[in-house]
């Protein structure tokens, strides 16, 4: 399998080389050149397989040669191996005909774990291979930088730097970071707001000299092989409720568009999916591009969901390299225009398609906390407000009784205990390998909100270059 960018003027590459790349030279996506399709017969031969083979399975295809199956199928059974849940990602019913697919079962509690506990050992695999080392540079809110720092604990090959704004985040999500004892691990308390945070991480990206030589890289969902191993679950989830011939729909809180757009390359590759609903909360780009075509930046509102709170759903441009039927040059000039302007428009008629897919919905805080409370009282069930976000636009989006419906669940509702309490009145429990979370160490380092600052902190500890 090649690979190609949504914006056409980078290389064409295969899987292990996007893999390190993370963004296209051009600023584009990499996307296969060609989405692969299982059979009927396949993809009934999925069900009562234990998950690490639907994910060698579904993966396949798309590795192409560029890296190793049977290395693939290692990391695979590896990374699965560390989740707290012998179906690694399990479905509990909560109504007459409907599902909550819970993905936190991972070390870090968050269904970024699903996908990084994959990518951490990839990179590591082909790193060690070539017999090079890659920096890795980010920032959190909360959500990415734990499940980053799990996945790349201990790795020989990378050294992973990640900013928080110092005292902006919940304590269990600062102590997930702080209290891992790895040498390749940095963590930087920076004076300033998450803003501020993703900032300094943009400009040290910028400088294009410094990002050779420490070969820096980037682990969110701009990466393919981030995306690609939550195609999985979709295909996983829909064949235990009995796909082929029963397709399902599920329903996808979204912030990057990475989970939604996985559910829509299953739906692609024969997975049994009748509808997708791309669940928002106040934060609504990707809604609004579904339903009027037009993508617009707006000012972050804070919300109850906060891992949901981003402006800017960088996964939208694959799926609109589709809605434009693979024509690069119009993707490039549109979102172009998008990163000057923070405005571009594309005719409904090229959306419209999409909305045999798509059901867009966004979600307000008192409906977030309404879904909790009820979910509570009926099931007795407990989940967080990011898969809320997805139980109340299920209910709001009116989809057909007779298909099933599977709430994707993004958090365990202890990392966001607060919000769980006031809605339901019960306080969630941290599980027991994070019991003693409050007794650990911390390392940690705090830095200004100053470039320089920064910069020199990175360039001094990197190994790489
Ligand atoms: C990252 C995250 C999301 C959003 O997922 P996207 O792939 O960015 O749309 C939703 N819920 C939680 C808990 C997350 O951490």
């Known amino acids: 399998m090649k690979y190609v960018s949504t914006r056409g003027h980078a290389p064409v590459l295969g899987f292990d080389d996007v893999l390190l790349a993370g963004l296209a030279r051009d600023g584009g996506l990499y996307v296969p050149e060609s989405w692969p399709e299982l059979s009927v017969a396949e993809v009934a031969g999925l069900a009562g397989r234990p998950y690490r083979d639907v994910a060698t399975r579904v993966m396949a295809p798309f590795l192409g040669g560029g890296i190793d199956e049977k290395l693939v199928a290692g990391i695979v059974a590896e990374a699965y191996a560390r989740f707290r849940h012998p179906a690694v990602v399990p479905l509990r019913q909560v109504g007459d005909n409907e599902w909550v697919l819970e993905l936190f079962h991972g070390p870090t509690l968050a269904f970024k774990d699903v996908a990084l506990q994959v990518l951490g050992r990839l990179f590591d695999a082909e790193l060690t291979r070539r017999g090079e080392r890659l920096t890795i540079l980010g920032a959190t809110s909360g959500d990415t930088g734990p499940a980053a720092i799990e996945a790349c604990r201990d790795r020989h090959s990378l050294d992973v730097f990640i900013l928080h704004p110092a005292g902006r985040i919940s304590e269990v999500q600062r102590r997930q970071m702080t209290t891992v004892a790895s040498d390749n691990i940095h963590n930087l308390a920076v004076e300033g707001t998450f803003d501020d945070c993703q900032d300094l991480v943009k400009a040290i990206f910028g400088d294009l000299e410094l990002r050779e030589r420490l070969r820096l890289s980037a682990v969110n969902s701009i990466n393919w092989a981030r995306v690609l191993p939550q195609v999985v679950y979709y295909f996983s989830a829909a064949v235990s409720l009995g796909g082929p011939s029963r397709p399902v729909t599920f329903s996808v809180p979204t912030g990057n568009f990475g989970n939604a757009l996985a559910g829509w390359v299953a739906r692609r590759m024969g997975a049994p999916i009748s509808r997708l609903v ?24 804070p919300t109850s969901s906060p891992a949901m709170d981003i402006q800017v759903s960088s996964n939208l441009e694959r799926l609109l390299f589709e809605l434009l039927d693979r024509d690069a040059g119009e993707v490039a000039s549109l ?5 000057t302007t923070g405005r ?23 409906t977030v906390a309404r879904a909790m409370g009820e979910l509570y009282a009926a099931s007795g069930h407990l989940v967080d407000p990011h898969t809320a976000v997805g139980l109340g636009a299920a209910a709001l989006c009116h989809t057909d009784p007779t298909v099933p419906i599977v709430c994707v669940a993004t958090a365990h509702p202890a990392k966001f205990p607060d919000t769980v309490e006031a809605a339901t009145g019960v306080r969630p429990e941290l599980p027991d390998h994070l019991a003693d979370l409050f007794d650990r160490p911390e390392r940690c380092t705090a830095l200004p909100c100053d470039l320089a600052s920064v910069r020199d902190y990175v360039v001094a500890n990197a190994r790489a270059g």
């Open 278 to 301: 791309v669940a928002s909360n106040r934060n609504d780009i990707a809604t609004r591009f579904l339903t009027t075509g037009v993508m617009e930046l707006q000012r972050v509102h």
């Open 335 to 339: 979102m172009e225009a998008f990163g």
């Open 344 to 366: 571009m428009e594309v005719p409904m008629e090229r959306v419209v398609p999409v909305h045999d897919v798509f059901d867009t919905t966004t979600v307000d805080d008192a």
